[in-house]
């Protein structure tokens, strides 16, 4: 499952630089994750790194519409690693 950033975000920019795959990037109202490099952290780190800095409870979130498994993942990582 990718994650996404909720209009809960407060804009502090501290998810960013935490992203091993650079999916998050500063959007127009708040921070924004691409779905397609979001891995959750799988294959790097037990947690996602974003949510684990983020100041706001409810400004990182199960993103609804991609649902992946963790074998989906870390095929994903393994794709993004060669590219």
């Known amino acids: 499952m990718a994650l996404m950033i909720t209009d809960e975000c407060i804009n502090c920019g501290a998810c960013e630089p935490e992203c091993p795959n650079d999916a998050i990037s500063e959007g127009e109202e708040f921070f924004e994750i691409d779905p397609e490099k979001c891995t959750e952290c799988v294959g790097y780190y037990d947690e996602p790194q974003c949510k684990e800095v983020c100041p706001v409870d409810e400004a990182i979130v199960q993103h609804p519409d991609y ?8 095929k994903k990582k393994e794709a993004l690693s060669k590219s």
């Open 67 to 74: 649902q992946e498994s963790k074998e989906d993942l870390l």
